[in-house]
Each structure stands twice: as C-alpha cells, then as structure tokens.
C-alpha cells in the first residue's frame, strides 16, 4: 500500500488508471460478495485519495472515487452502504483546487435520504440507526462539498432541500431508545454555548440519529444563505404540517425553530419569521390547534430574533393583529365550531404579540402601544357594535401585555396625548373586563418602582412602611405632564368608581385604589396630591349620594377605599394631624360596627383579605338590622372637606382647589348645574377664574361660549379639550385605519398633536378666506393666469423657439475650434 | 467500464398498504416477505435485467403511502422515469383516491414520465372489489401508458410488470437517440453541403486580407 500512494503521489498521471483499475476490481468483488476484498478496495481508494489531495489529476481520481461509492450504495447492502457513506464523508472533507463542473450529487442525495429513512425492519435490521446515522453524514458530507464549492449552487434548489430537509427533520422528532416522546432534553444545548456548535463534533458523540440531526439541521440553515432561505424553510413548514407537528404543545416545532433562528445568520431571522406569519396566513382556516401551534412558536422565537426585526417591525406587528381580528370576527360569526380552542388561539397571538414586544426597544414598544391603540375600534359607546366590543377587549389585553414590558422612564413619552385619550376612554366603556384592563396597563405604566405588586390588593395599614414601598422625588418632566393632565385622570378615576361593576367590586375598587396609590406615590407633588384628596373626597360624596341607586356594598366599598386611600397618601406625606383623622374616622366606623366598613376587624383578622362581604358574614349575625352603611348625618364617620383642607392648609399646601366641585355628572356637560349635580352649598366657590378647572364650563351658558371661541384661552389640560381631541380623532377613521404599512409607519412615527393640528387647520382656512373676500375678482383673476402662464401654448412655443436659437448659437460658436485638422496638430517632433 | 446501457429510476406510489413494497421484494429478491410493516420514507432497491441485448439497471424507488411523509416523497418524483401507481384490487377506497394520486403525478412529476397502473393482490378472488374491467377503463380514460393486474404473493404477472417498464422505457430511449443521432447526422450533412459557399467567402476574405496587407 505503501508503494502503491508513494507511486501514485510521484507519478500523477497515473492515478486515474490507478483508481479505473481499483474501482472495477471492487465492482467485481462485489458482484461476487467477496466483502473483504471491497473492503481493501475501499480503503485504497481512501487512502490514495487523503494522499494525493494536491494531485493535479484529482479531479479525474475523484470521478472513479465517487463511482465507487455510488456502487457501494447501490449494493443494498447495509455493511456496503456504511462502508460508502465514511468514504463519501473522508472525500467530502477534502478541499479541492478545481472546481468539478460537471459533478451529480443527485444520486447521492436520493440514497442518502433513503438512508436516513432506513425501515427498521427491512434490509437494515436491528442496525437502521447506523444507516440513518450514515444517511444524515452523507447528506452533511454532500451540503458540505456543495456549499464550498463556488460552481454547486444548486444544492439549495427546491427539490433537493426537498428531500434534505425532511429526512433531517424525521430523525430529529423520532423517539430515541427510550421510547418518549420528543423532549428537547434529549439534545445537548446549544443554545447558550452557541460556539461548541461550530465545531465539529465526532465520534460518540454523535451516536444517535437524533444528536446528529440535530447539528445537521444547525449546520445546513447555518451555510443557508438569504437566497435559498426560502428553499429551506418550506419544507421545514410542509413536515410540520404533513406530520401535525403543529398542534399543541409544539415542543418539537419551537425546537426546530429555535435551533433554526439560532443557526441562521441573524440579519436574516426576520424572514423565518416572516415565513411563518405567511404560513400562518395559509393556514388561517385551518385547524385552530394548528394555528395555535404556529401562534406559540412564534412567540418562542421572536424574542430571539428580535434585534433583527427592525425594518419589518410594524408589518409584523400588523399581520398579527390582523390575525387577531380575523379571529375574533371568525369566532363572532357563530361558524366557530370550537370556541375555547379559538379562545387559544388568540391567547397565544397575544403572547406573541407580547414577547415580541419585549424584544424591542422601548421607543419602539411606545409605537407598538399607539399602533394598538389606533387599531381599536369606535370608542363611541353609541355606535360600537357587539363585536367591537370584544375586540376592543381582546386589543386591551394586547395593550396590557405590551404594556407589561415596557419600562416606563418619563410618562410624557408613554402618554402621548392621543394615546392617554383612548386609555381614559377605554377606562369607561360598557365592558368591565376592559375597564379592568385599563387600569391595569395604567398601573404597569405608572409604576416605575415595583410598587404595583404590594398596592394590588392594598389593606388598611396602620404602618404603612410596613407595604415596603420605594418612593422617590418626581421629576419636573412628570410634574408638568400631571398638571396638564391630572384632571382627566381624576375625573376618569371618579367615573370610573361611580360605574363599578357590583358584580365584581372589589376588584374594581382595588384596581381603581391602586391606580390612585401609585400616582400619589410616582407623581406625588403638591398639586397632584390635593387633586386626589379632591377626588377622595369627591368619591365620599359620590358614596353619600342618596339619589344614585348604588347598592350598600358598593356604598361601603367606595367608602373603604376613601378611608384606605387617605391612610396611604396622608403617611405618605407625613402629615399628622391628617393621619391623625384618618385614624379617627376608622376607628369611629369600627366602633360603629356596620358590616362591610369595618377596616380594623380586617387587619387584625387576615391582613390580605379585605373582601367586606366576608367581614358582614362575620359580624353578620350580632347586627342583622343595624344601619348598612353611613349617612349623611354620620359627620364622625366621614372625613371633613374642611378638616382635610385644615391638615393641608398646616403642612404648607395650596388647599383652596378642595373647594372646587368636582363633577361627576354621567353625561358631561349635557346637563349643565342641574340633575346629578350633587354639591350643595357652595357652588358659587367654583370661581369663573377657570384655571385648570376640568369643570370651567360648568359656570354657565356665555362662559360655555367663550371657551368655545377661543381655543388658545382654554386650558389644555381641560376635560373639554380633550372631548375635542377624541371627536378629533373619531371624525378622521383614516388617520387610524391607514392601508398601508408605510402609512401606519408614518402614523406611529408622527407625535399626533390634535390640538396643534385644528389651529394650524383654521388658520389655513382663514388666511384662504380673508384672500377671497379682500381681494377683488380682476386682480385674483390677473394672479392666476400668472400662475397658470405655461400652460399657455403660444408662449411655451415662443419659450422653446428662444432656447433652440440660443442653443444654435452655442453650437456656432463652439464648431470652429472643434474639428482640428490633422495637419494643425502640432506633434511633438519625432514623430516624423 | 459501465456495465450497464440505460439506467431508469421507477418510483411506486399509491395508498398505504396496497403492496409496493412487497411488489419491489418480490421482483428484487424473489421474496414475499410476510407481516411488512409500514415503509418510512423511501426504500431503495436495484435490478438489473435485459432487454434483448441492452442491460438495463432499474433504481427503484418504493415510497411510503402514508399522508405525513408525502412530502419526502413528492420529492422523488420529478427525477422518475417511470411511475407506478399501486392499488389494491380488494379495497376499494384505495382505487377511488387513483385521481387523488394522479393530481399529484401531474404537479410534481416530469409531463413526459410513463405512467402504469397496477392493480395489485389479485390473489384474493373472493374479496376482489374493484374488477378488471373498472381497472382497465380508468387507466384508459386517464392515459395511463400501461395497465396490469398483479399479485406479489403468486408472483403473477410481477416480472411481467417490471420488464414491461424496463422495455417501454427502453424503446423510448432508443427512439429518442436515434432521433438525437438523425438530428446530428442532418446537421453534418447540412454543414458538409454548405460548404462550398463558405469556402468561397473564405477565400475572398483572404485575398482582401493579402490586398490590405500587401499595402
């Protein structure tokens, strides 16, 4: 043997007689089952070929090197197969210095896919695992030669991933010995120590199919360039779909969408997912467990992909909301057979939706809450229709997830004023699951300190260091944004209180309480926190209100949540005498013993449990036909506008807005000083001065006017601008339903000034209409035909015939120092 | 240094069950192996036989019925010579999903593929439900190249089958060539008669060359 490679390696014109020669004396022992010899045969060829990998006569070696194998495969026999496939793959590892133009793979790719096919009870026995082993190092063995090869694009044609990718896939879901199921524990992790993965393993290592797969399935989308992405991934698709890979739980799926997004370029990941949207797209009157499979790898991957998603951001987003919607209207139309299922369904988009989310910048979470928002329809309680109604609660749960991972840093950059529009109208529609929901993406978008988890379900605290909270200093940027806008929230709070559900108060109350408490703690300065004083209070007098046909509980409940608030925001800012109130009016409400106010018998009972209906169970008994809940006459158990404003007054704050009213009159201003208005004595302190007064046009009807004529007077926190702003934004549905994606883009982008944008609008129409009626119509006449002078053809011919004349004239002039004759060009002289 | 003239790649498809498998055993190694499982994928097997003079090498390439793996074996159509679509005379749905199967030859495979129908297990006569004559019109009706009814089990008619499809494809060939050979023997000639003309150009192009070059 020795000989033989040190002859071949001196005499390379040899070597293709060489390998003639062995290849048929190793087709002739096979024919004749002489294994042994095919064997030696074999391991000459290899040899000769790890030898002369630098022979100028390779390529003509590795012609009859490559027929060896092929016969070997054709052999049908397991022993003759592996003996090929190490050959193939020895071969496959040399770098060759020319390239084979003419080289067929096709063979190899057909076999060695049947390879990884092997039937456990055919030809292969008890050894099929080896043969799919070979199989799957075969097809490595031809991506490898192909991909390095410069003149073998066309491995990454269909109808060869077509079979690639399959059989690659069919190992990676086979149970292993054990018999299970597919469990990605099976698979040693790559995700995290990603470089082991480049490297290439050998040896026991790859012992099972399923290891082996595994890293032919990294290492095929890894050579995957942006062009024969989309050969790969469909077949990937298609065996998910032929083998209901899809359906729920899609462990194997995620695993090999995983392992695809961690193997692929990453510029790239954005059209994997892109593909499955699309899938997803085919697939939409499909099964919904399928789609709810696709819907959970999704999730599962785009958080991977993230950093790369940039340019297709909103699209993505789009086509996942528009899934959203075709769902819910699919499962409105009542041709829905399986409704939990579809329930999933959207469960699992909006899980997406937020995983996606949370890969992204926070600018960009910002724009992905507009877009939310702008895709929830008609706030306009009048005209929604039933199903609107449950997309708006399906979007606000998106909303709240999107919501949920983002960190708020400045709360003027979340609440843009459109945005906080439809938050605080969301805040009151019909549906009490989204009223929930609003306010809890107020709380995850107030909280900036962790609070939110102690404050949910927020007890009377004797200490309230106890709730362990973090406070800090409000910054100027927050203090300017809440003064502007502290009105609307407080009188969105007030109404949203006054349209509890009974059914499910006290988790109304405890949302609507935290809320409350978390604006006191993150934007607690003066003006703010006397502004919820005024609401608390207000909120007590909505509770005493004997015209409003609250039940006693709900009476009770609004009462707690008064008591409870104060308590809060009174050791909050650490002012005494407040405290000491608070404690007075609790105490007085617990000697008095009416079930349900008890807030004391709470503490000491179960700190966590504030529920008063369980509180009335227990004290039911002893005071069946005492008093339900408190009168106006009960001064002791009610805290004191003036009391309160006194305390205020003591520690330094500007106390004279408690004086205000507060209105909470159901219909806004349709019903001006009469009907629901509940202040008695001093309406006249409501003062025409107007500042920052959600209620100035309550005063009366010529005030109403003024306010109404000039725009720049109001002021721009006011409850009426911001009526103005969403009728705004309901009279121009396009600004919100734009068609296009660049369309949306640019909606999202543009900070969407409503204000801004009617001044600027009037004043168009007014500069327009002063020019109209000031200038006289021969002049306005006169300015247009100036205007309009090149549409006159006369003149436009006169224009071109002057240009042409002028141009003549260049060429006249430029012509006689252009054709130098030969005999004036002055050579230099030896040319003669 | 091939030993072999043509060599044709045959790919069996039908329904699960129908018997490729044991139809390619049968032909292959002359075996009728008993309680087969489910094929996976694509099996693979090799033949070689003679037509008249010519070696002819058959890859055959049996797939798996089942619906999850048509994928992989969608696949293996487009490079086949020949298809061989199997059902089973004894049931009847696996004949009623033939057009099923001929929509899928029409999109995946070359338009040009001979096509066969089988139908197979005729060995069990009384159970027999679709008859020969259903059998024989629909491949009529469809185009089929090529219509039989087998049985793997007896062996009837399986070698029958096979060299049917080795010598069709054969006769095929042949007539491709030759007419590949007339085509270049027409060319020769084409090129031999309009030889003069070009001579002649030939050589005036040299004498101007020698005009020019003489200057």
């Known amino acids: 043997m020795q000989k033989l490679t040190f002859y071949a390696i001196s005499h390379p014109e040899k070597l293709e007689r060489i390998g003639e020669y062995l290849v048929m004396r190793m087709v002739r022992d096979l024919s004749r089952q002489r294994p042994v010899q095919v064997k030696i045969a074999v391991e000459a060829m290899d040899q000769l070929l790890q030898a002369c990998h630098s022979s100028p006569s390779l390529p003509q070696f590795s012609e009859n090197h490559l027929r060896m194998v092929q016969r070997l495969l054709e052999s049908n026999n397991a022993k003759m197969e592996q003996l090929a496939t190490d050959s193939f793959v020895t071969f496959s590892n040399i770098e060759e210095s020319s390239p084979s133009y003419h080289r067929q793979y096709d063979f190899f790719i057909d076999k060695f896919s049947q390879m990884c096919h092997a039937n456990p009870q055919a030809a292969y026995g008890e050894d099929y695992r080896l043969a799919r082993c070979a199989g799957l190092r075969g097809l490595r063995g031809v991506v490898w030669k192909s991909v390095t090869d410069d003149l073998h694009p066309n491995i990454w044609e269909q109808q060869h991933m077509d079979k690639i990718v399959p059989s690659i896939l069919f190992n990676l879901q086979e149970p292993d010995e054990s018999g299970k199921g597919f469990s990605s524990s099976h698979i040693p992790k790559f995700d995290n120590t990603f470089a082991d993965s480049t490297q290439p393993h050998r040896g026991d290592d790859e012992a099972t199919p399923k290891v082996l797969s595994d890293r032919c399935l990294r290492e095929l989308m890894g050579k995957a360039s942006f062009g024969s992405l989309r050969a790969v991934i469909e077949p990937v698709l298609k065996h998910m779909d032929l083998h209901k890979r899809w359906s729920p739980p899609p462990s194997f799926a995620i695993h090999v969408f995983r392992a695809i997004i961690y193997s692929i370029q990453s510029q790239n990941s954005y059209f994997v997912i892109q593909e499955l949207i699309n899938h997803l797209d085919s697939m939409c009157s499909a099964d919904a467990s399928t789609r709810i499979g696709i819907a959970t790898v999704l999730s599962s991957i785009v958080s991977i992909a993230g950093t790369s998603i940039g340019p297709l951001l909103l699209s993505i987003f789009n086509s996942l909301l528009k899934h959203l919607r075709t769902s819910v209207d699919f499962e409105r139309s009542g041709k829905c057979s399986d409704q939990p299922a579809e329930k999933m369904y959207q469960e699992a988009l909006i899980n997406a939706m937020g995983d996606f989310a949370n890969a992204l910048p926070d600018y960009q979470k910002v724009e992905m809450m507009m877009f939310t928002v702008g895709n929830i329809p008609n706030l306009d309680e009048r005209k929604s229709k039933q199903g609107d109604e449950f997309l708006q609660h399906v979007l606000v749960k998106t909303l709240l997830k999107v919501a949920t991972k983002y960190r708020t840093a400045y709360l003027a950059t979340v609440f843009t004023d459109s945005f906080l529009d439809t938050l605080l109208l969301l805040a009151l529609v019909r549906d009490p699951q989204v009223r929930l929901a609003t306010q809890q993406i107020f709380h995850t978008l107030l909280d900036r300190h962790d609070n939110a988890a102690n404050l949910v379900h927020l007890g009377y605290e004797i200490d309230v260091s106890d709730v362990q909270l973090t406070v800090e200093k409000c910054s100027r940027a927050d203090q300017m944004f809440m003064r502007k806008h502290i009105g609307e929230i407080t009188y969105m709070l007030s109404r949203a209180v006054a349209v509890a559900d009974e059914n499910d108060l006290n988790t109304h109350m405890d949302a609507i309480l935290c809320t409350m408490s978390l604006l006191c703690i993150e934007v607690g300065f003066d003006e703010s926190l006397v502004e919820l004083f005024r609401l608390s209070l207000a909120l007590q007098q909505l509770a005493l209100d004997t015209k409003l046909n609250f039940s006693d509980a709900k009476r009770n409940c609004i009462h707690n949540l008064v008591a409870k608030y104060m308590n809060l925001s009174a050791q909050l800012i650490a002012n005494p005498s407040l405290c000491q109130q608070v404690q007075h009016v609790v105490a007085c409400r617990a000697q008095r013993g009416i079930p349900g106010l008890n807030l004391l018998l709470n503490v000491e009972d179960s700190p966590m449990n504030d529920d008063p209906l369980s509180s009335t169970t227990v004290n039911g008994s002893v005071l069946t036909d005492g008093p339900k809940t408190i009168t106006e006459n009960d001064v002791n158990l009610l805290f004191s506008l003036e009391d309160v404003a006194e305390s205020l007054k003591a520690s330094g704050k500007d106390a004279s807005r408690l004086f205000v009213p507060f209105n909470l009159s159901m219909n806004g201003r349709n019903n001006d000083g009469s009907g629901d208005q509940w202040m008695n004595d001093d309406q006249n302190i409501d003062s025409t001065d107007g500042r920052e007064s959600p209620d100035g046009y309550k005063t009366g009807g010529i005030d109403d006017i003024s306010v109404d004529m000039s725009v720049d007077w109001t002021p721009p926190g006011s409850r009426k601008q911001s009526r103005r702003n969403t009728i705004f934004s309901i009279v121009n549905p396009p600004k919100l339903n734009a068609s296009t994606v660049d369309d949306l883009k640019a909606y999202a982008n543009a900070t969407f000034d409503p204000i801004e944008e009617d001044r600027k609008e009037k004043e168009l129409t007014g500069s327009i209409l002063s020019e109209i009626r000031n200038t006289d119509f021969e002049e306005r006449v006169n300015t247009n035909e100036s205007l309009n002078e090149r549409s006159d053809l006369s003149k436009s011919i006169a224009r071109l015939l002057v240009r042409n004349g002028e141009s003549t004239k260049v060429r006249d002039i430029g012509r006689p120092a252009k054709p130098k004759n030969v005999f004036e060009i002055e050579l230099p002289s030896f040319a003669y | ?215």
């Open chain 2, 1 to 215: 240094m091939e030993d072999y003239k043509y060599l044709f790649k045959v790919v069996l498809v039908g329904n699960a069950g129908v018997g490729k498998t044991c139809l390619v055993r049968k032909f292959t190694q002359g075996i009728f192996p008993p309680g087969q499982s489910a094929t996976i994928g694509v099996d693979f097997m090799i033949k070689t036989v003679k037509v008249g003079n010519d070696k002819i090498k058959l890859q055959i390439w049996d797939t798996a019925g089942q619906e999850r793996f048509r994928s992989i074996t969608q696949s293996y159509y487009r490079s086949a010579h020949a298809i061989v679509l199997v059902y089973d005379v004894s049931c009847q749905p696996s004949f009623d999903c033939l057009p099923e199967w001929l929509g899928e030859i029409e999109s995946y495979a070359n338009r040009r593929v001979l096509k066969i129908l089988v139908g197979n297990k005729v060995d069990k006569g009384d159970e027999r439900e679709v008859p020969e004559r259903i059998g024989r019109d629909f491949s009529d009706v469809n185009h089929f190249d090529y219509f039989l009814e087998t049985s793997a089990l007896d062996a009837t008619n399986v070698d029958q089958l096979f060299e049917q499809v080795a010598t069709r494809l054969t006769n095929d060939m042949k007539i491709t060539d030759e007419r590949v050979h007339q085509y270049r023997a027409d060319a020769t000639n084409t090129t031999s008669n309009s030889g003069g003309p070009i001579k002649l150009i030939d050589r005036a192009q040299t004498q101007l060359n020698s005009c020019c070059s003489r200057q």
